[in-house]
Each structure stands twice: as C-alpha cells, then as structure tokens.
C-alpha cells in the first residue's frame, strides 16, 4: 500500500509481492518472509530499551512505556520503507539489485533507526529522573 501511496502499480497477495523488473521487462515477484517482517528489531529494541531504563531510572512509568510504543511504531515504519526500497531496487535495476539491497538495507535502516531515537529515548528516560 506504501508503494500504491507514490503512483506504483504493484500487486499484493499473500505472502508475495509482484512488481514490473523494467530491467528484465517482466513481472515478477518477492516473497515476504515472517522474518522480514521487523520483529526481531522490534525485539532488539525493546529489550535495549528496558533494559536501559531499568538501569538508569530502576522502574517503568506510563512515561517511559509511552516511549516503548514510539519505538515499537517508528521502528514498523522503518521496516515498511525498508520493504518499499528492496521492492523498488528491483523494479528499476531487477533481481540482482533487489538481492543486494536486501541483504544491505535493512542493517542500515536499524542503525540509523537507533542512532535517531536513541538519544531521544536517552533524554526521555533522563527527564522521567527529574
């Protein structure tokens, strides 16, 4: 749907995706695995996360859970870009690029994720002290 939002056909169903390759001039299609669904960065994140505010603040309020979700909704987004961006590497420079950037993107969309909300969250968990 993020894909149809910005003027691309494509078609979901199911698991899989189909998008025209314009490299190769066919349609073709991606498979959504359960684990490209962002969990296990959603894990990552929110164990870092409570187990940083548990360290630095020793409870969690409606304050600091509030900031969880954030986490929790930012880091789904990320992933549905991530998902938008090995789709439409493909679509304009076919399977091989799809591949590559499969393989590459998402470290790089969870580092920069953490990098971001980090020092936010950071700073959240420094003022809930206060």
Same mark, same amino acid.
């Given at each position: /749907?993020?894909?149809? %939002? @910005?003027?691309?056909?494509? #078609?979901?169903?199911?698991?899989?995706?189909?998008?025209?390759? %314009?490299?190769?001039?066919?349609?073709?299609?991606?498979? #959504?695995?359960? =684990?490209?669904s962002?969990?296990? =960065?959603? #894990? #990552? @994140?929110?164990?870092?996360?409570?187990?940083?505010?548990? =360290? /630095?603040? /020793?409870?969690?309020? &409606?304050?600091? %859970?509030?900031?969880?979700?954030?986490? &929790?909704?930012?880091?789904y987004?990320? /992933?549905l870009?991530?998902?938008? &961006?090995? !789709?439409?590497?493909?679509?304009?420079?076919?399977?091989?690029?799809?591949?590559?950037?499969?393989t590459?993107?998402?470290?790089? &969309?969870?580092?920069?994720?953490? %990098?971001i909300?980090?020092? !936010?969250?950071?700073?959240?968990?420094?003022?809930g002290?206060?």
């Amino acid at each position: /749907n993020l894909l149809g %939002l @910005f003027g691309y056909n494509f #078609i979901s169903s199911g698991d899989f995706i189909y998008y025209q390759d %314009l490299e190769a001039g066919v349609t073709a299609s991606v498979w #959504i695995a359960r =684990s490209c669904s962002g969990y296990y =960065s959603i #894990i #990552i @994140f929110v164990a870092a996360y409570i187990s940083y505010i548990l =360290s /630095n603040k /020793n409870s969690i309020d &409606i304050y600091m %859970l509030s900031m969880v979700v954030i986490g &929790i909704l930012i880091a789904y987004i990320a /992933n549905l870009v991530r998902m938008a &961006i090995i !789709i439409l590497a493909g679509h304009y420079w076919g399977g091989e690029a799809l591949v590559w950037t499969h393989t590459n993107v998402g470290w790089l &969309i969870f580092t920069l994720w953490i %990098l971001i909300s980090w020092p !936010i969250l950071s700073r959240a968990v420094d003022l809930g002290k206060e």
